[in-house]
């Protein structure tokens, strides 16, 4: 008969215990035993330390069989394999430079070799970048011969194996950690160096027959990749006795992100005369991907099946597959004005760079372009920045505060910053207003309360003495509430719509909305709302303002902020809309009170 006393919850070792004791003492061939004092307790101690390691190595080998719950590196890649993922390598940092060569004899054009090294420094680190193909100059102005050129951070190394088919459990693992995939290139020399064939990459087996030279490429276990080869029938099968030379760069990750000075050695295809200039800082490096990131990335790589459809599909292929990028943000042509059908708009934020260069725009292109549908255009754009101002009115408490306004007001900068690094500072983000209140009011102890007001800002750069034809478009509905007609010359005008000073006819002047729908350029010299023109129309409901034949003499700055007061409390971005707070929109006012 079954007993019952057992209790199969607890899995500590006092619970272990006291249920084998529990069932021992229900047993009558034990009810004259002292559990505690006799020699049993001993063997009681034994199995419960058995049961315990046999129940937690138990746990540990069931938590691994998951992705979700597994904790090993080695675990999640066979995990994510199933899925067909491949993690990302190490990527190098790249930059684009222009270097002239002026030769020291008489000659028709200069080689730059693969491999070319050219140095620079990061802090006190110095790195080595190289280029990733030969390039041949043939024309010259005024004897120097200069190209572009770009250049990626780490050097290359080769690992060679040798095809040996009687051995089953041959493979042909990548031995370096931090190698950089997008440049490997694989050769086969087979019938003793005679014949050398050159196998590419493949990622699905979409267009590959039993001919195709191709390698697929997999994660492995310690942080390395390992190469696969195809059967005769998806992909060639290399004889046996080949020689397999594997070529990548081997680099440092994200350390030489930033690199703004390169040299070379002085020798350059035998040219000793070599003059480097930068065009784009270096940008892009990364290490290879965490563990969270594979957990997130692999289900909804699969979800994608290697294909873009919906807008996330987009969005997800570009960030798991370009780790520079930042954030990024697809939507449809519907959703422009005017609609746009057929296309896709596509705007990237990288890490480390302002704007998306040109040669990466054309590699994103080219990377969705056989994951896309043929009757869809991809289209970039640049990202746009929707700024917020935030003006506080902070109470604190001076009876147990000993801080100082002003280190108060430190504190809740640091507060706010935070917020917009953690929340915001990105495509399709959402401000919660209570959220940001609350956040404010646990900067410190001392702050009983706070009175916020929020104002979305975009930025506009009128050429100066020219009539500019504007559109300003927030993007959200805008506030209507019971502003007055500025032709009353009242002082209560720019209900929602309002701006930073600019110079116009000789005045320092604004331009303010009358909250019936028309923008208004006043003089802000006067207490009044004085008029000087009608310049334009505002969208309350769309949240879109046209500015008609919009001129300035002059306006202090890079720009001229445009303010809006949202409808919603919460403010969000659409788009190809940036959603961030700077640290000069952050206005505070500090309220001492006594509690």
């Known amino acids: 008969m079954s007993n019952t006393s057992i209790d199969l919850v607890g899995l500590d070792f006092n619970s272990i215990k006291l249920n084998l004791k529990n069932y021992l003492k229900n047993n009558t ?20 330390y058995n049961t315990y390691l046999n129940s937690f190595y138990t746990n540990m080998v069931a938590s691994e069989m998951f992705l979700d719950s597994a904790q090993l590196r080695d675990s999640v890649i066979s995990h994510a394999k199933m899925l067909n993922y491949t993690p990302r390598s190490f990527l190098s940092s790249k930059a684009d430079i222009r270097v002239g060569i002026t030769p020291s004899s008489n000659v028709s054009n200069v080689l730059i070799p693969k491999g070319t090294v050219f140095t620079s420094k990061v802090g006190s680190n110095t790195f080595s970048f190289s280029t990733d193909s030969n390039q041949i100059i043939n024309f010259s102005s005024g004897g120097i011969f200069s190209t572009t050129l770009e250049i990626y951070e780490g050097l290359y190394v080769t690992d060679t194996f040798v095809i040996n088919y009687s051995n089953n459990n041959q493979r042909f693992v990548i031995s370096n950690q931090t190698v950089d995939t997008t440049s490997l290139t694989v050769n086969v020399y087979e019938d003793n160096g005679t014949n050398i064939l050159s196998y590419l990459r493949a990622e699905n087996l979409f267009g590959i027959t039993s001919d195709s030279k191709i390698f697929f490429l997999q994660a492995a276990e310690n942080q390395q990749y390992e190469i696969i080869f195809g059967n005769n029938v998806f992909g060639r099968k290399p004889k046996d006795g080949s020689i397999i030379v594997a070529e990548y760069r081997n680099c440092n990750g994200e350390l030489p992100n930033g690199a703004t000075i390169f040299k070379n050695d002085g020798n350059i295809g035998g040219h000793s005369n070599v003059v480097v200039t930068t065009i784009n800082k270096s940008y892009g490096g990364s290490i290879n991907e965490s563990i969270e990131s594979i957990r997130f990335n692999a289900p909804r790589n ?10 996330s599909d987009y969005e997800l292929l570009l960030k798991s597959n370009f780790p520079e990028i930042e954030s990024v943000s697809a939507y449809g042509g519907e959703l422009v004005d005017p609609p746009r059908f057929g296309k896709v708009f596509i705007a990237v934020d990288i890490k480390g760079a302002d704007g998306v260069p040109l040669n990466k725009v054309l590699t994103y292109k080219d990377f969705l372009k056989d ?26 408490n001076v009876n147990i505060s000993s801080k100082l306004a002003n280190d108060l007001k430190t504190l809740i900068l640091s507060t706010i910053s935070k917020y917009n690094l953690d929340y915001l500072n990105g495509f399709k983000k959402t401000l919660f207003y209570s959220k940001l209140l609350k956040e404010i009011d646990l900067s ?6 706070n009175s916020t ?42 209900y929602t719509i309002t701006s930073t000073s600019f110079k116009f006819n000789n005045y320092m002047c604004k331009i303010v909305d009358d909250s019936l729908g028309k ?51 919460d403010i969000y971005s659409n788009k190809n809309s940036i959603l961030t707070i700077k640290d000069e929109d952050i206005i505070l006012s500090m309220l001492p009170i006594k509690i």
């Open 444 to 449: 410190d102890e001392s702050i009983v309360g």
């Open 29 to 48: 061939s034990f009810k004259d035993i002292d559990f505690e004092g006799s020699n049993i307790s001993v063997l009681l101690d034994i199995l419960t």
């Open 453 to 494: 007001e929020l104002r979305a800002i975009r930025t506009i750069n009128p050429i100066i003495n020219f009539d500019n034809n504007l559109l300003v478009d927030f993007g959200f509905e805008l506030s209507s509430g019971d502003g007055v007609n500025l032709k009353e010359d009242q002082t209560n005008y720019g």
């Open 302 to 311: 699969y979800q994608t099946q290697n294909r873009a459809v919906t807008a």
């Open 519 to 569: 923008l208004y350029i006043i003089k802000t010299s006067s207490s009044l709302a004085e008029t000087v023109k009608e310049t334009g129309t505002v969208n309350y409901k769309t949240g879109i303002l046209t500015l008609n034949r919009f001129r300035v003499n002059n306006f202090e700055g890079s720009s001229i902020k445009i303010y809006a007061k949202p409808k919603s409390k």
């Open 371 to 396: 994951r896309t549908p043929l009757s869809i255009d991809t289209v970039f754009v640049n990202p746009d920045f929707l700024y917020v101002q935030v003006v506080s009115t902070i109470k604190y």
